[in-house]
Each structure stands twice: as structure tokens, then as C-alpha cells.
């Protein structure tokens, strides 16, 4: 993957990234939070943060032995694994139902 840094977030006990050069804004949403990337938004329980150089590698086989939704890669940051999400094809499991109301204001 060619994206200089990623946007790290956490959901489901599990630490997530989306290459930041996609995202659009992180916004407050009902089940937390937002990360809108593309024309995609992600639930999230917390940004974790933005970090440049991570060494991503394709999925390897017996992670989509168990993982069946799309997945750009995987990572590993401070030591913790971490799958790379593309906002063009995202994993069902991780997308933020929209928001009954209006627009929410941009964190």
C-alpha cells in the first residue's frame, strides 16, 4: 500500500487503520464515532491516532480463512496487529449506520 500514514482507530476490541489521505472527518455518531473516508463511514469507539510508516502486508491466507470481508492489509503498530480497511470495499461488520438527525459537527 502506497499511503504515506494511516488514521488508527479502535472498534470491537480490535485496532484498525485507514490510509489518512482518504479520510474526510472523524465525527461524534450515536455508537461513538464516525470516521468518514471516501464515501464511507466507519463506527469507531476511539481514534487512536495518525501514523506514517507502517509496513503493510498483504492478507495472508489463514487470516481470510477466519476474516471473509475485504481487507487491505495488515499491520503492526506498537506492537499490536492491526488490519488496514479500504474505504472502497469495507467490511459490513464496521460501517456506521447513518445518523437519524442532521449533520453533526466535526471533531
Request: no cysteine.
Amino acid at each position: 500500500m502506497s499511503a504515506a500514514s494511516y488514521l488508527l482507530f479502535r472498534r470491537g476490541g480490535g485496532l484498525w487503520g485507514v490510509a489518512s489521505d482518504e479520510v474526510v472527518r472523524v465525527a461524534p455518531h450515536a455508537a461513538g464515532l464516525a470516521v468518514e473516508a471516501g464515501a464511507t463511514a466507519f463506527a469507531a469507539d476511539e481514534v487512536v491516532g495518525v501514523v506514517a510508516g507502517l509496513a503493510v502486508r498483504p492478507l495472508p491466507l489463514f487470516v481470510r480463512r477466519f476474516w471473509s470481508e475485504p481487507g487491505a492489509g495488515l499491520a503492526l503498530h506498537a506492537g499490536e496487529p492491526l488490519m488496514i480497511v479500504d474505504p472502497r470495499q469495507p467490511p459490513p461488520p464496521f460501517l456506521s449506520p447513518p445518523e437519524a438527525s442532521g449533520g453533526t459537527p466535526d471533531v
